[in-house]
Every structure is written in C-alpha cells, then in structure tokens.
C-alpha cells in the first residue's frame, strides 16, 4: 500500500464502519470473517469498533507499551487507518505492492526476513483439558538483524522481531 | 487464531506497540538470525518472547475490548528458495513509504510454534505442515544509512 490506495482504503474502512453501526449485537461481525491476524482487512475491525469504545470503560488502547533507552525508533511512514498512522507496511498482502519496505525500524541497515504464514495450531485450555485445533492465517513474521541508531541516537547492532 | 471454520478470531498475540510507534517489534537474540542471501535462506528462532492476547486484531490496534493477556511465544520461521531477486530503491519521502533500498529475494517461509497465554497453551503443527503466502528476505537500508 501507498499513500495513492490510502483513499481506497479509508473508503472500505469508512464503509465497513458504516456496516458496523448498523450491526447488532448476538451475531458474528464482519471482522471475524477476516482471514488474518495481520492481514491489514482486519485492521478494518479496529476502526469500526474503536467509535463505539471510545467511551466505554473497557480497556482503552493497543499503544500501551512505554518506550524504553536503546530500543530501535519506528518507520516514519506506514499505514493510516482511521487517520492514525501504524508505522508498519504489509507488502504483498491484500493487493499491496510488493515493493513496499518490509522493515519496521528506521535508521537501520541490515539484513530483512519477512512472511505471512498459514498452518495449523492445538490449543489446550490448562483449568478444563479441553483442546482444539485452531488455524493461524496470514500471520506475519519478520526480522531485522544489523546495525540501527537507536532512541538515544547510538548505533548499535542487534536484531529484532515483528511478531 | 480463529475458530474452527475458521469462524471467529480469538487470539492476537503480539507484543504491542510502544508510545513511540514502534510496532509490534521487539528485540530478539541475535544469534536466533541467521542469513544467508547467496543460497536464499534465512531462519529466526526466538523462545519465551513476551507477548500479550488482545483476542482480535481490533482491540491490540484501537483498544476498547478486554485488557491484554500477558504470555510468552517461541517460534521458527525457515525462509528458503530463490523465486526473484529483486532491488528496490524509493526515494519518495519516508514519511509516504519511501527513504529505503534493499535487495530482496522473494521465497517461500514455514513456522512452527508455541505459546502459553493465560490457562492456554498452544502448539502449531510442525513447520513442514505450514505454508506461506508471502516471503521475503534481503538486506535493506533506510533512515540515516539510506544512500
């Protein structure tokens, strides 16, 4: 994706919103159809759900994690959904281009791995012994292993995961 | 993960994003990588990486469901095969996605894993059995070692 889908996507986030206003409780939304954990469709979800949240008193958001000394800094671009950027592309996935940069951290060179990835998983619930199998889908692995400056603005060398 | 149909997603694990905007990434050993772009393989291994379950995808992005489940996952992902060696240069601004080079090989990747989540343990099928749907790997430049 680049800023030229941005419109695009925003439109089908706005129209699946949209459908979620006019959703009732008791049935399955359409998110839960979504194919991935990562695959960006989903991150439709979030946008539909978040006005309806905003001020409930459930928990309130996903950027809880404080950020520490010597840790890598985000891209400066990525994904905008719900006009809140997500420093992160999905390249090759759901129509993006493939050429989009795979890395989540800036000031960085070094080596790149990334996958989106399907297979099958057994869950057991420890209290009830009870187990299922479960499918995992689209879900995106990626590493980046070299040299980054990092929040303290050392470079440094190590390597990272998007899991 | 979803339910079998697959019907509804419930579980979405995945270790956060910081007040910064780093997103979802965290540091692993550097011993766990393991590259090498002349044979067009890769591998990352990592055990007992710190993640939370946000149950869907909506609730780890916007919040507004219940709070995260604090857990551990262990993982391996194999990338192999050379089905395109690819160089990228954008030098749009970095803020719309440009500001990097790399050289990538697309391929195909596996993995298989665990993890422990609350009263759940989970444990993939072995990594022959999974399949990818997009892989990569390279060597990529960005930021302040952009040429």
Do not use: C
């Amino acid at each position: 994706m680049n800023f030229r889908d941005i419109p695009m996507w925003e439109s089908a986030i706005k129209a699946r919103a949209h459908h979620h206003t006019h959703s009732h409780t008791g049935h399955t939304h359409f998110w839960q159809h979504a194919m991935s954990r990562r695959q960006f469709a989903r991150t439709a979800a979030g946008t539909a759900v978040v006005g309806a949240t905003l001020a409930s008193g459930l928990w309130r958001s996903g950027l809880a994690k404080a950020t520490g000394s010597n840790e890598p800094l985000p891209i400066p671009g990525g994904i905008i959904l719900g006009g809140q950027t997500f420093h992160v592309f999905g390249p090759g996935l759901s129509g993006n281009p493939p050429d989009q940069e795979p890395s989540t951290i800036t000031d960085f060179n070094g080596f790149v791995g990334l996958a989106y990835l399907n297979g099958m998983v057994t869950r057991t619930n420890m209290q009830t012994g009870e187990v299922d199998t479960l499918p995992f889908l689209f879900s995106d692995m990626r590493f980046m292993q070299g040299v980054f400056r990092d929040t303290d603005g050392r470079v440094q060398q190590g390597a990272f995961a998007l899991v | 993960m979803y339910e079998p149909g697959p019907g509804a997603q419930s579980h979405d694990l995945n270790p956060g994003i910081k007040t910064d905007g780093l997103f979802w990434t965290i540091a692993i050993s550097n011993d766990g990588v393991k590259v090498d772009l002349g044979k067009g393989v890769a591998s990352m291994k990592a055990t007992n990486v710190p993640i939370d379950d946000y149950g869907t995808i909506g609730n780890a992005l916007f919040g507004g469901g219940p709070a995260p489940i604090p857990g551990v996952v262990s993982f391996t992902v194999e990338w192999r095969g050379v089905n395109e060696r690819i160089n990228i240069r954008n030098d749009d601004p970095p803020a719309s996605g440009g500001g990097f080079a790399g050289e990538f090989i697309r391929n195909t990747a596996q993995m298989e894993w665990t993890a422990t989540v609350g009263d759940f343990t989970f444990v993939s099928d072995p990594l022959e059995t999974s399949s990818s749907v997009f892989a990569e790997i390279g060597h990529e430049r960005n930021g302040g070692f952009f040429p």
